[in-house]
């Protein structure tokens, strides 16, 4: 019983944290149709400021419980300015090219965004674990877990909840569809493309700056990391189906519950079952689980 609930509890954990960063990489995609390889930099920028800000924040003797919401504040300044000097600053003078060209491009940004975090932060560890062992831990049946984790499932329901009541229940939302499913036809109706573009953008690179704040207090934040986490959001935005929240959170949940099984019965294969359980779908739906329907032009 023990086996069964460690791999549940782990297995919705690391679920938890996949969706939050995978979340912005599909929205940018479906709306802008650009695969954003830079996400992983936000992400990574999103640690760094939070283990930093956290650091000067216990340094200061400030009320502990007020280190929750220094995290969510440097998320959404970190990611707003990212997201707007990216967007404004280099994108926009990149939309219609191919999406291949707008891969390299991306994938430059990531590598400059790399060194630049290496300028600001230099090359060693940032530790921010106060806000982790501040909510200490819970036991479900004979193990132990840090309630933090429990706090991460619960941010990333609420932040899936505002992206699919947005997207669905919203007059925006509507607005945001009709640019998904044609953005010709949406200009022509009135609808401001570019600004649409911007926002998108802005709130995807918020999520991945998000998650990197909020994983933070948890790890050991080093040089590289925004690297690794890129391929595996990838996988789960591929898995899912590229443009659909609702399949980055399926995909998120297939690949976080396929790990903890591994992790507890088959430790070395580990790295393999991410990709094998990709693998697996991609061959009998290369689209993914729930892609979206592109419109057919007449």
Do not use: C
């Not at 970190?78 to 280099?90: K, P, Q, S, Y």
């Not at 990333?156 to 945001?176: C, D």
């Not at 590289?224 to 949940?253: C, D, N, Q, T, Y």
């Amino acid at each position: 019983m023990n086996l069964i609930i460690a791999i549940i509890v782990d297995g919705v954990i690391y679920s938890s944290w996949l969706f939050l960063i995978a979340s912005g990489l599909t929205l940018i995609y479906g709306v802008m149709k650009i695969l954003n390889m830079a996400h992983g930099s936000f992400y990574a920028i999103g640690a760094y400021s939070g283990a930093s800000m956290i650091g000067l924040y216990f340094a200061g003797g400030h009320p502990p419980w007020a280190s929750y919401f220094m995290l969510l504040a440097v998320s959404i300044v970190a990611g707003v300015v990212t997201g707007l000097l990216i967007e404004r600053g280099l994108l926009r003078f990149m939309y219609g090219r191919d999406e291949v060209v707008m891969i390299l491009v991306t994938y430059g940004v990531l590598l400059i965004l790399e060194d630049v975090i290496k300028l600001l932060w230099g090359v060693d560890a940032y530790f921010a674990y106060q806000p982790y062992v501040l909510l200490g831990r819970s036991k479900i049946g004979g193990l132990s877990f840090a309630n933090y984790d429990f706090l991460l499932i619960a941010v990333t329901a609420v932040i899936g909840y505002i992206l699919w009541w947005s997207l669905n229940r919203t007059r925006n939302g509507k607005l945001l569809q009709a640019v998904i499913h044609d953005r010709e036809i949406a200009g022509a109706l009135g609808i401001n493309v570019t600004r649409t573009f911007s926002i998108t953008f802005v709130i995807g690179a918020f999520l991945g700056v998000l998650a990197g704040a909020l994983t933070a207090p948890g790890i050991s934040v080093t040089p590289g990391l925004g690297i690794e986490v890129i391929v595996l959001a990838f996988a789960v935005v591929v898995i899912g189906g590229m443009g659909s929240v609702g399949g980055a959170f399926v995909g998120a949940l297939i690949v976080g519950l396929s790990r903890a099984l591994s992790v507890h019965l088959f430790p070395e294969g580990e790295l393999f079952v991410i990709y094998g359980v990709m693998g697996l779908v991609l061959a009998f739906r290369p689209q993914g689980l729930f892609a979206i329907a592109g419109a057919r032009k007449i």
